[in-house]
C-alpha cells in the first residue's frame, strides 16, 4: 500500500509540474483513501511489488491506487550556469564514458546537491544500443545503487524492454537528471519520503551530461518516458500537457525521439488501457528500429 501511495505521489507531483492542476478521482480511490487517512499509522517499510508489463491474460490486475497524501514544497536550489562537457575527442566509447562518468560523479555542483552518503547516477547499458530511454532523474533505490531505473519503476521499464523482445542489457537507459531532487526536511527535522519532479533550472543544468551520453552512444532512437523526460529533451515549457505530444514522433538534435508515459503512470493506473498506451508507442519505437513484431506483440493489452 504504501509503495501505491508512494507512486500515486510522485505521479500527481509530475503532473503538477506538467500543469496539470484538476483530476478526476473515482468514489473507489476517495474511500479508499479516507480509509488510509483513517488508518493513519507509521508505515511499515514494505517491498515494492513489481507490477507486471504482459497481457492481462496472462498476469492478475492489481486494485487501483488512491490518492496523494501529502504536498511538500519543492526545494528551490540555486544552480550555476549549465557546465561545458568537453568529451575527450579521441578513444572508444568505453573510454570517453568513463571519462563522462567520472567527471559527472566528481562535479562539485552534482556532488553538493546530493544527500549524505548518496551517489550520483548516469546512464547504463549498451554503448552501440540503438534505442535511448530518457527519464526523469534517480529515485531513492538509483541514488543508493548509482544505477538509473533500480526500483518499482525501473523493474517494470524492464519488463517494457523486455516486452519488445530485447533485454534491458541491449538499450542505453539514461535520466535527465543526475542526482535525486531533494525535498527539504519537515519540520521536525527527518528527511521527506518520495520524490518531487526537477526544477527547470536543474534540468538544464544537468542537460548537458544526457547530451554527452548521446553523442557518446549515437543511438537511432530516444524515448522520452514521461512528462519531465520530454521537457527536457523537446524544451522547458513546449507542451502543458503530455498528450499533446506523447505517442509521436519528434527530433532531439536529429535524433527521432518518441515521447510516452513514464512507467509510474502504470503504477498507479495499472490497467489494460493505460498499458495498451505505452504499448502502442513502443510498438512505433519497434518499427523504426526494426526490431522484429509477432502477431502476439501486436495484440498485447487489447483485451479489457
Ligand atoms: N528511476 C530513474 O532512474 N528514473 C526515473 O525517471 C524514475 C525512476
Redesign the pocket.
Known sequence: MRASLQAITDELRRLKAGGVSNLPVSEESLRRLRDVVAARRPAAAAPAEPTPFVPASDAPSRPSPAAPTSKPKPAEPTLPPPPVVNLPADGDKQSRWDWLKNHVVNHPVVTANLRAGKVA?LGVGNLDASVMFV?????AE?EVQGE??V?P??QLLTKMIQAMGVKRDDVYIG?IMNWRPQLPDTPEGAPQVGNRPPTAEEMAFCLPFLRAQIEIVRPSLLVA?GSTAAQGLLGAGSFTALGQVRGRWHDFNGTPTMVTY?PSYILRNNSNRSKRMIWEDLLKVMERAGLPISEKQRGYFLGK
Open positions: 547516477v527519464g526523469e532523474a534517480p529515485g538509483e538509473p531505473f526500483g519503476a525501473g535520466n518516458l513514464h
